[in-house]
């Protein structure tokens, strides 16, 4: 049972952060900052963290289930000692200033002493009825505790619903419940805030027009969510609510609510209900049947991030998902088969159409509930005419209040990687509230002993992961855990539901610790993403943490293989065989460490890199700020005005004077990277700089990269061809310029899309919309005589952006849809520009005669950079050349060797304010090692028997890094704290006088035993 | 040997193919289940006794699966492994072996769907090399020994 350890002794001598809201936003911003060596209360109305990801059933692109997801990140919650988390607990009052807060905090009674509270479940078997939380349609709700990896890992009672207190009170064994437990109220001290509090789905019930409520299968997409979650009401099996039967028709209707003029719908565009009904329409088809028809009835399909267009056109193409064009105006229930029939307009057709479909999901967006403006009242921050939190011009975690910062939803609308990058993003900020990081002393962390195993014979425990039905849907798993009960050394094993869930980690260590195991296998998910997380388990049950083996019976196994159960259980019998083989061969190791290099290196020096090295520098950390030009700026000094009207011009020669000008970041223009070596935390990185090419190696112990992109130019519509035929950045620096030249002009046109969305270079390039919209505005409020054509194939105004779409139309600007497959074209003859297009509604082909014509090219990656550095840094990079982060999802700005970190356009086309939060973001998580002041560099180091050692010298000259040596005693030598681990000496020793520890030869062949098991 | 499903060992580098073998199951990218990854940190670290003990027990092929050339963790670790490869299947080839019953492939950790057609383009390889001799060779002793 793992609990979380009050550590409010340890908080009264160093100032906190205080973290409002323990969803995903709130949990990473906790987690940061505690990694940091930062105090952090993280409190939650809740009693459990966790959030709305928590109810998710899969989340895009990676269609991965949300709690395996997520929960790693919430039980390294229990791990962290400078965090504090009180579940149950809201706001009250905050007053004073930056640095000086005084937060009155009131927590709700549990009625459960959590810390005697072992979830065994026997008093929700006897009081079912004291049940709180309901999620989603689940009727049975079955617990408070809201899904399997809940943390706190603690029940949860409502006490009016209690009869009689003392029967409660007997049934449980622990007696851990508080009949008298009453509301508490504290006050604590805070240098800063971050509010993280999320918003609430909109609830269509209000709505006449399409049934919610009152047609049983008309549902939400959260609903839907939950119908086909394995924790939901029908156990993971997607049917109808009204027959229990699978559909065969499932329709969704986007922007319920949304983008909308009519009573209860609010204006803006909620950003992610387009991929959430993508990915809905994916799974229900990839989990359930192929043959179930899935349609989208859309306005414009806005894929706007990073891949995400890719997603959009694997629904397409690869899962046949039917996409229509068209806001259906209600929903008619047929009362007897409980069908639903909608009837739409067909866009290519003057006509309408009626169909019937078995289900029909509704798209809602986000809404600020009243809860958060009565909250933003109580800390003293302004909301933006929508009820979001106002954020400062070029800084969106910045609110109006100095001191409180806002991440996730409660900002504005928003997907969970851009959450995430948020969160980091507003928890670099706090800390920068506190005193700089240099400046904090090291505490220290100790477990307890180790036990030692040595001599001992292996006694194996196997415990394998159900994963919800990630796995126990396609294998079964009671076979796996008899096939492992009948190999040699296993004394125990067992089936554990959720293997990462606390419940389940808690009865591991237990088991470990009764049966006197040493070692451990876990059948579940990668070892890349839970293997430091099982480590840590057999750790706290006292034994050495490289005695566990994770047998990947999910990502390698059950994911690949969900069509073919047979070959998949065979498949998973004979990988446990190798697991279990090989543990046996494992010893006890020692991490090796070495002291951090504390220096930060930046790479790229327009806004995104700029702002990461001043938020450093103010953490007292020396950064190397190194910039190919001649100049500081990048791209953004050829942007002149965002779409909100702000000036970037003055931003931007601030920015730089305040690099230029601070001590601790050396700025090196006119540099280009050369060599590379080291670890992370100790890295050396040649550059050859100024005008001379000097060579110069920097050593850092992190690398943030924000080399930016590149304004795309293809070759398409004339663009190079004519004077007027140009880049909406060279169409923005005219009306800047020489607004005469724009005064004079009748018609402009612009294109979107040009050169992206099309199959050379599939993705969208995010911010083309915006700038097209930014553009006819600013040309309208020259002349509002000019008429504008904006020619394009899905308007993609996210979140707030939808404010100034609708202005444009309001305005007179002509919108005209076009397909990929039925492009505009331009002609140009006796140097007059004419755009041909069809026109949906007219029914045939217009042409326009414009003066000008501006293409909405984007960006493009910077291939050739990207490529170098990808090659001297080792870092993987998308299939169109943007770096490509460590996890789409929960690591946005990690890369996936440790110490680089990205940011900005590098990683995909952004806005100015998006690569400024992400730029906050890497300098925020950069810090999470840089507050280290050793690195562990794991225990995998080659080891020489000089009783084996012929001292042939072999080892020297295959090292890579020239490590070995031969030492006094006259046999090969490899320091531990400088080998590197890639075992390439061990291989190629020809006495097998060298080992690679955790590698080594007898576990390879003990593995490879396991899977012949049968055959020798 | 109409139904013979093959035994295959990938020895993986924990940076780029088996991630890449991940990146594979994430996507729902289906592979035969032929194919059993042996994680390792390096290809570098791959011996040709690893390959050859494998064949030995009864794996039917054995690939080893790194970074693309120029992209390893450890800087030249997959060229040592091509070389460690290309020597197995001389030695093999000595012995009499079809020589493509070993392979060396490269790939980055996104290439998930390279890894699922490569993983299927050698299973359908070693399908028709038959199955590994020594089994034929058990197999026939066993055989012997009951009649």
């Known amino acids: 049972m793992q609990k979380l350890k009050n550590i409010q002794e340890n908080k009264s001598n160093g100032r906190s952060v205080l973290v409002i809201g323990g969803g995903v936003g709130g949990i990473r911003a906790a987690l940061d900052l505690a990694e940091s060596r930062r105090n952090v209360i993280l409190i939650d109305k809740s009693y459990s963290i966790g959030g709305l990801m928590t109810q998710l059933d899969r989340t895009f692109p990676t269609n991965n289930c949300d709690l395996c997801t997520v929960s790693p990140h919430l039980s390294e919650n229990t791990r962290q000692i400078h965090l504090d988390l009180k579940p149950m607990t809201q706001l009250e009052q905050l007053t004073g200033e930056t640095g000086n807060f005084e937060a009155t905090l009131v927590t709700e009674p549990r009625y459960i002493d959590i810390d005697k509270c072992t979830a065994c479940g026997e008093c929700h078997k006897h009081f079912p009825e004291a049940v709180r939380f309901t999620p989603g349609l689940d009727p049975r709700a079955p617990t408070c505790m809201r899904y399997p990896q809940a943390t706190p890992y603690a029940f949860s009672i409502d006490m009016e619903k209690v009869g009689d207190i003392e029967a409660l009170q007997k049934v449980c064994k622990a007696d851990a419940i508080i009949p008298d437990d009453m509301q508490k109220k504290i006050t604590v001290e805070a240098a800063s805030v971050v509010l993280s509090v999320g918003a609430e789905l909109f609830d269509p019930a209000v709505l006449d027009n399409f049934g919610s409520g009152q047609f049983d299968n008309v549902v939400t997409g959260l609903e839907y969510e939950r119908i086909m979650s394995a924790s939901g009401p029908f156990q993971g099996d997607l049917v109808r609510v009204s027959d ?26 909620s950003g992610v209900c387009c991929m959430y009904a993508l990915k809905e329409a994916i799974v229900t088809k990839e989990r359930f049947a192929e043959s179930i028809e899935t349609t989208i009835f859309y306005m414009d399909m806005r894929t706007y991030g990073k891949d995400y267009e890719l997603y959009l056109n694997r629904a397409k193409n690869d899962y046949g998902v039917k996409m229509i064009r068209s806001r259906p105006h209600s929903i008619i229930e047929n009362s007897e088969t409980k069908n639903l029939s909608i009837t739409y307009a067909v866009e290519e057709e003057a006509l309408q159409k009626t169909e019937d479909f078995d289900m029909v999901v509704l798209s809602t967006g986000f809404r600020i509930p009243e809860t958060t403006i009565d909250l933003a009242n109580r800390l003293g921050i302004e909301l933006n005419p929508h009820n979001f939190a106002k954020t400062d011009h070029f800084n ?10 806002v991440c996730g939803v409660v900002e504005s609308p928003k997907d969970i990687p851009e959450t995430m990058v948020q969160a980091s993003a507003a928890a670099s900020m706090a800390a920068s509230d506190l005193p700089a990081i240099m400046d904090v002393p090291e505490s220290e962390n100790d477990f307890m002993p180790e036990r030692d195993v040595s001599g001992e014979e292996p006694k194996i425990g196997v415990f394998i992961c159900d994963c919800g039905l990630e796995i126990g849907g396609v294998v079964d798993v009671d076979k796996m855990v008899e096939f492992s009960g009948t190999m040699p050394h296993v004394v125990v094993s067992q089936a554990v539901g959720y293997g990462c869930s606390s419940d389940s980690m808690a009865m591991i260590e237990a088991s470990i610790k009764t049966n006197n195991l040493n070692r451990v296998v876990i059948g579940g998910c990668s070892p890349r993403t839970h293997e430091t997380k099982f480590q840590d388990l057999v750790r706290r049950a006292g034994l050495n943490k490289y005695l566990v083996e994770i047998v990947n019976l999910r990502d390698q196994n059950t994911w690949a293989h969900m069509g073919q159960p047979r070959e998949a259980l065979d498949k998973a019998f004979k990988l446990l065989g190798i697991g279990i083989s090989g543990v046996c061969k494992s010893r006890p190791l020692m991490d090796q460490t070495l002291p951090m290099n504390q220096n930060a290196l930046v790479v790229g020096g327009g806004v995104t890199g700029m702002t990461a090295a001043l938020q450093l520098a103010g953490q007292g950390i020396k950064v190397y700020l190194v910039e190919r030009s001649p100049a500081l700026g990048g791209l953004a000094k050829s942007i002149r005005k965002t779409i909100e009207g702000d000036d970037v011009r003055p931003f931007m020669n601030q920015l730089i004077d305040d690099v230029s000008a601070n001590e601790n970041i050396q700025v090196l223009t006119r540099s280009i990277i050369v ?104 040309i309208h409020a020259i002349d509002p005589d000019i008429q504008i054509f904006i020619l394009y194939r899905d308007i993609r105004t996210y979140g707030f952006q939808e404010d100034y779409y609708r202005e444009a139309r309001n305005l007179g600007v002509n919108f005209i849809k076009f397909s990929l497959d039925n492009k505009p074209e331009v002609w140009v003859e006796n140097d007059r520009i004419s755009v041909f297009v069809d026109d949906v509604i007219l029914g045939r082909k217009i042409q326009i005669e414009t003066d000008y014509l501006a293409l909405s090219t984007g960006m493009i990656a910077d291939d050739e950079t990207t490529e170098d550095l990808s090659m001297m840094f080792h870092l993987p990079r998308t299939s169109d050349h943007y770096f490509l982060e460590d996890h789409v999802k929960l690591r946005p700005v990690d890369m996936s060797v440790r110490g680089f970190f990205i940011a900005g356009t590098t990683h995909s086309p952004k806005t100015i304010r998006e690569s400024i939060t992400q730029a906050y973001a890497a300098a925020g998580r950069a810090q999470t090692l840089l507050a280290k002041k050793e690195i562990n560099l794991g225990a995998a180091v080659a080891k020489v028997d000089s009783s084996k050692c012929a001292a042939c010298l072999i080892c020297i000259r295959a090292c890579p890094f020239s490590i070995p040596f031969i030492n006094e005693d006259g046999y090969s030598y490899i320091d531990p704290a400088k080998c590197q681990g890639c075992g390439i000496c061990a291989a190629d020793c020809p006495a097998k006088a060298i080992q690679l520890l955790a590698f080594e030869d007898d576990q390879i062949m003990a593995k490879l035993d396991g899977l012949f098991g049968g055959l020798n | 040997m109409k139904n013979f499903e093959p035994e295959i060992v990938a020895f993986c580098c924990h940076y780029c193919a088996y991630t890449a073998a991940d990146m594979a199951g994430s996507k729902r990218i289906s592979y035969p289940s032929n194919v059993k990854i042996i994680r390792i940190p390096c290809t570098g670290k791959v011996d040709a006794i690893h390959i050859m003990k494998a064949l030995e027990k009864g794996a039917d092929g054995v690939y080893v699966a790194g970074c693309l050339e120029g992209d390893c963790h450890f800087k030249n670790g997959n060229t040592r492994a091509r070389y460690r490869v290309e020597h197995v299947q001389k030695y093999l080839e000595e012995l009499g072996w079809e020589p493509e019953r070993v392979a060396m492939i490269n790939m980055s950790a996104g290439m998930g769907e390279f890894f699922a057609r490569t993983a299927l383009e050698f299973t359908q390889k070693i399908k028709q090399l038959g199955p590994n001799p020594i089994k034929i060779i058990n197999t026939d002793k066993n055989q012997k020994a009951v009649s």
């Not at chain 1, 949304?258 to 565009?269: E, L, Q, W």
């Not at chain 1, 969106?396 to 910062?405: E, L, N």
């Not at chain 1, 690398?703 to 190079?720: C, E, F, K, Q, S």
Request: hydrophobic share 30%.
């Open chain 1, 675 to 778: 060599d590379h070596s080291g670890i992370p935390g100790r890295f050396k990185t040649g550059i050859q700089t100024g005008p001379r090419m000097n060579y110069m190696q920097l050593d850092h112990g992190v690398t943030i990269l924000a080399t930016g992109a590149l304004p795309n130019r293809p070759d398409v519509y004339g663009l190079g061809t004519h004077n007027s035929i140009v880049t909406q950045l060279e169409l923005e620096a005219l009306i800047e310029n020489d607004p005469k030249k724009i005064k004079a002009m009748n018609q402009v046109v612009m294109i979107q899309c040009a050169g992206s969305r099309e199959p050379d270079n599939p993705n969208c390039s995010r911010i083309c919309c915006q700038t097209a919209i930014k553009n006819a505005l600013r």
């Open chain 1, 244 to 269: 229990k039967k699978q559909p065969k028709k499932v329709a969704w209707i986007q922007c319920v609510g949304s983008r909308g003029i009519n009573k209860a719908d609010v204006p803006y565009c």
């Open chain 1, 396 to 405: 969106p975690v910045v609110t109006s209040k100095p001191g409180v910062y």
